[in-house]
Structure formats: structure tokens, C-alpha cells
């Protein structure tokens, strides 16, 4: 029982003890006297408050803090002003069990006001808009900054004033710099490069051998089997040409024959009757002599003009839609032609020159694309690729006045 009454009075002495251990106290602390610009450890709060495990922060006084940096290195105070003036501070000790404020300190600054400079960011603006590929200067205005930069919120390893981008995936991205307690942000938007593709000259349709139909540039020689001369006819030099036949051939000459004798039987009746005493018989027996023949070579046929109005139709067409003569003609060779088909045809047009294309479409594409920013000599190299001339791109310019 007496040991009991012990323990209880013990316990009753030791928990006051154990409570006042984490009760804060202070004391008053005096006006501090600053100058403009930093002052370090101007204040050791240790002096100013009693407590175990102390942990120190602030709050603006009554007077405001407007221009006044504060901060600690455990117990002490480092204070930086910018302009001379009053101002007051609360200076607050914490253990995570009580806190306890200190008076409305007194802050006297003397001294020339600091002119901060204002820092500038460039691009201006918080949107940027890139196309694949190029690359952008995103910098902040001063000498000697240094700077801290993040990507979509990853810290970059640049500390310099300057940054520069290099956009090469499409999509949407943050780009952040901290100088000191300023901060700017811009969201870069990264778009595709436009192609524009031009289309391939138009194919010639080809004739086919074979396929049983007649064709442009299929004839009796270069394709008997769709092209068949008729009965009675024969392929003679790309032409069928009529055959004639025996039948013919007879009544033609015992034709020719009755028209001789009634000729000759004319002169003789003629000649008793002394109406051609002057008319020798030399004439009539020159009739009877044979004739040297004279054969005609098949060489000597003058060439049958070809159907080649299709591969005509065809150079004209594409000649005027703006392709060029070395195009067409190594299109027109790859499908079947002959050169010497292509250059008849080209022969038969005249001179034939190269039609100057439309370049409005040209025209079109440069106004957008100046319009979006790319520089004249991208697009110079873009529309060069395409197949636009040198001159129609001088020609184009010229006509935007650029």
C-alpha cells in the first residue's frame, strides 16, 4: 500500500516536468537595422526562444514585408531588401507539438533601392507552332543567367539563357524555364511536313497482239492475227491491196484483144480505100510488138501512212496538261512505240514545243505555305523536287512579288 501511494505521488511530480519540456517560450525582439541589398545572419532566434527541437518560420507584420527576402539557416536569419523603408516581421518557432509568435519586429532598411531588371522570354507569347524538322531558339533576355529548362516536366541538362529546339516527332509539347523566382512556359505544337505529290503522265493503252481485235497501231504487217485482209486481198506493205484474179485477168485481155482487131480492121478497110495512104502499116505492126515489162518493186510502194492517232492524241493531250517531251517519249517507248513512230508523229505536229504548264497550282501552294511560315527557300526545294523548272519557280515568285 505504501509502495502504491509512492508510485502515484512520483508519477504526479515527473508529468508536469514531461509537459512543461515542450511548452515554447520567447522573449522580445528588438528593431532590426538593414541596409538595401542582403544582409546574413542579422538575428540568432535561438536567443529569443526556449524550447527543444525548435523549427523557424515567418509571417508579413503590420508593416508589410513588400521587398523582403527571408531565409534561414536553422537559427539564424538572412534578410535581403530591395527598397529603404519600414517594415515588420512575426518570426514563429515550431516543435510539431506547440508553436509560439515573437512580437511585431521591426524592420528599419536604409540605403539605395535596387532595381530589379525585368526578364524577357523569347518567342513571345505561350503557343509555338513547328513543323517536323526545323528547329527553334527559345531564350530568356540577361548576361550571364543561369537558367534551369524542362521538357514535359523533365529537367534538361542546359543551364545557359538559350535553348534550342529541335522538333522531330509531331505532337504537343511543354517547354518550361526557371530563373530564379521567374518562370515562363510555352506550349510547342509540332506538325507533319505537307508532301505534295505529283501525279505520273498518263499511261498510253498499249495495243495487245493477239486479243483478236484491231487496235490503234496494229496492222496487216505488224499484227495478222487482229488484222486480216479480206478475201481477195493481200498484205502488201502494211495495206491490203486487191488481188486480180484469174477471171479477171481473161476478160480483161480478150477485151482489150476485140478493141484491136476492130482497130486494126479499121485501118485496113480504111487504107484499100486509099482514105491512109499516108498512115504507114509500120503503126499497126508496132501495136503487135512486145512490150518490155516493167516490174514494180514492192520497195518502191510508197509506205501506207500508219494509224497513229492514238500516240498522237496522246503527245498532244499530255503536252498540254504541262509534262515534257522527254517524259512522254520514254513513256510512249516503254508501252510499245517505235522512236521512229514517236518522231513521224512529232514531225507531223510541227515544231513541236513544249506547252507552257499552268503554274497556278504553283502559285496556290507558295501563297499557303509563305503564309505558314516556311522560308522561300524550303518551298524552293520542295516544288524543285515535284518537277517545277527553275523558271516557272522565278516565274511564280515574281508574279507574289518576292
Given at each position: 500500500?505504501?509502495?502504491?501511494?509512492?508510485l502515484?505521488?512520483?508519477?504526479?511530480?515527473?508529468?508536469?516536468?514531461?509537459?512543461?519540456?515542450?511548452?515554447?517560450?520567447?522573449?522580445?525582439?528588438?528593431?532590426?537595422?538593414?541596409?538595401?541589398?542582403?544582409?546574413k545572419?542579422?538575428?540568432?532566434?535561438?536567443?529569443?526562444?526556449?524550447?527543444?527541437?525548435?523549427?523557424?518560420k515567418?509571417?508579413?507584420?503590420?508593416?508589410?514585408?513588400?521587398?523582403?527576402s527571408i531565409?534561414?539557416?536553422?537559427?539564424?536569419v538572412?534578410?535581403?531588401?530591395?527598397?529603404?523603408?519600414?517594415?515588420?516581421?512575426?518570426?514563429?518557432?515550431?516543435?510539431?507539438?506547440?508553436?509560439?509568435?515573437?512580437n511585431?519586429?521591426?524592420?528599419?532598411?536604409?540605403?539605395?533601392?535596387?532595381?530589379?531588371?525585368?526578364?524577357?522570354?523569347?518567342?513571345?507569347?505561350t503557343?509555338?507552332?513547328?513543323?517536323?524538322?526545323?528547329?527553334k531558339?527559345f531564350?530568356?533576355?540577361?548576361?550571364?543567367?543561369?537558367?534551369?529548362?524542362?521538357?514535359?516536366?523533365l529537367?534538361?541538362?542546359?543551364?545557359?539563357?538559350?535553348?534550342i529546339?529541335?522538333?522531330?516527332?509531331?505532337?504537343?509539347?511543354?517547354?518550361?524555364v526557371?530563373?530564379?523566382?521567374?518562370?515562363?512556359?510555352w506550349?510547342i505544337?509540332?506538325?507533319?511536313?505537307?508532301?505534295?505529290?505529283?501525279?505520273?503522265?498518263?499511261?498510253?493503252?498499249?495495243?495487245?497482239?493477239g486479243?483478236?481485235?484491231k487496235?490503234?497501231?496494229?496492222?496487216?504487217?505488224s499484227?495478222?492475227?487482229?488484222v486480216?485482209?479480206?478475201?481477195?486481198?493481200?498484205?502488201?506493205?502494211?495495206?491490203?491491196?486487191?488481188?486480180?484474179?484469174?477471171?479477171?485477168?481473161?476478160l480483161?485481155?480478150?477485151?482489150?484483144?476485140?478493141?484491136?482487131?476492130?482497130?486494126v480492121?479499121?485501118?485496113?478497110?480504111?487504107?484499100?480505100?486509099?482514105?491512109?495512104?499516108?498512115?504507114?502499116l509500120?503503126f499497126?505492126?508496132?501495136?503487135?510488138?512486145?512490150?518490155?515489162?516493167i516490174?514494180?518493186?514492192?520497195?518502191?510502194?510508197?509506205?501506207?501512212?500508219?494509224?497513229?492517232?492514238?500516240?498522237?492524241?496522246?503527245?498532244e493531250?499530255?503536252?498540254?496538261?504541262?509534262?515534257?517531251?522527254?517524259?512522254?517519249?520514254?513513256?510512249?517507248?516503254q508501252?510499245?512505240?517505235?522512236?521512229?513512230?514517236?518522231?513521224k508523229?512529232?514531225?507531223?505536229?510541227?515544231?513541236?514545243?513544249?506547252?507552257e504548264?499552268?503554274?497556278?497550282?504553283?502559285?496556290?501552294?507558295?501563297?499557303?505555305?509563305?503564309k505558314k511560315?516556311?522560308?522561300?527557300?524550303?518551298?524552293?526545294?520542295a516544288?524543285?523536287e515535284?518537277?517545277?523548272?527553275?523558271?516557272?519557280?522565278?516565274?511564280?515568285?515574281?508574279?507574289?512579288?518576292?
Open positions: 500500500m505504501k509502495r502504491g501511494l509512492i502515484i505521488i512520483f508519477l504526479l511530480m515527473v508529468i508536469p516536468v514531461l509537459a512543461d519540456s515542450n511548452e515554447i517560450t520567447t522573449i522580445n525582439i528588438p528593431t532590426q537595422n538593414l541596409t538595401t541589398g542582403e544582409n545572419e542579422i538575428l540568432n532566434l535561438d536567443n529569443y526562444f526556449n524550447g527543444t527541437d525548435l523549427a523557424y515567418f509571417k508579413a507584420g503590420s508593416k508589410g514585408l513588400n521587398g523582403i531565409s534561414f539557416d536553422e537559427s539564424l538572412n534578410i535581403i531588401a530591395n527598397n529603404p523603408g519600414q517594415y515588420s516581421v512575426i518570426f514563429i518557432a515550431d516543435n510539431e507539438t506547440d508553436d509560439k509568435e515573437s511585431d519586429v521591426n524592420l528599419n532598411v536604409v540605403g539605395e533601392a535596387i532595381i530589379k531588371k525585368a526578364i524577357d522570354f523569347f518567342p513571345v507569347g503557343s509555338v507552332s513547328m513543323k517536323v524538322g526545323e528547329k531558339t531564350a530568356v533576355s540577361g548576361d550571364n543567367i543561369s537558367a534551369e529548362w524542362y521538357l514535359n516536366n529537367k534538361l541538362p542546359e543551364t545557359t539563357g538559350t535553348f529546339y529541335d522538333a522531330a516527332i509531331a505532337g504537343t509539347n511543354t517547354l518550361e526557371k530563373i530564379g523566382a521567374e518562370t515562363n512556359i506550349t505544337i509540332i506538325e507533319a511536313q505537307e508532301v505534295i505529290e505529283t501525279a505520273p503522265p498518263p499511261v498510253v493503252n498499249q495495243a495487245v497482239c486479243n483478236n481485235k487496235e490503234s497501231g496494229e496492222n496487216c504487217q499484227c495478222p492475227q487482229d486480216q485482209c479480206t478475201s481477195g486481198s493481200s498484205c502488201v506493205n502494211a495495206v491490203c491491196i486487191k488481188d486480180q484474179g484469174v477471171g479477171g485477168a481473161i480483161w485481155f480478150v477485151g482489150l484483144g476485140f478493141v484491136i482487131l476492130l482497130f480492121g479499121g485501118v485496113v478497110f480504111a487504107k484499100r480505100k486509099g482514105l491512109l495512104d499516108t498512115i504507114s509500120d499497126i505492126t508496132n501495136l503487135f510488138k512486145k512490150k518490155e515489162k516490174d514494180i518493186k514492192e520497195d518502191e510502194v510508197g509506205e501506207t501512212e500508219e494509224d497513229l492517232t492514238g500516240l498522237k492524241d496522246y503527245l493531250n499530255n503536252l498540254k496538261e504541262g509534262h515534257s517531251k522527254e517524259e512522254l517519249v520514254n513513256a510512249a517507248l508501252q510499245g512505240w517505235k522512236q521512229e513512230q514517236i518522231d508523229v512529232f514531225e507531223n505536229m510541227g515544231e513541236v514545243k513544249e506547252t504548264r499552268d503554274i497556278e497550282p504553283l502559285l496556290e501552294y507558295l501563297k499557303i505555305n509563305l511560315g516556311y522560308a522561300k527557300e524550303e518551298l524552293v526545294k516544288v524543285l515535284q518537277g517545277w523548272t527553275k523558271e516557272e519557280i522565278d516565274d511564280a515568285f515574281a508574279k507574289l512579288g518576292i
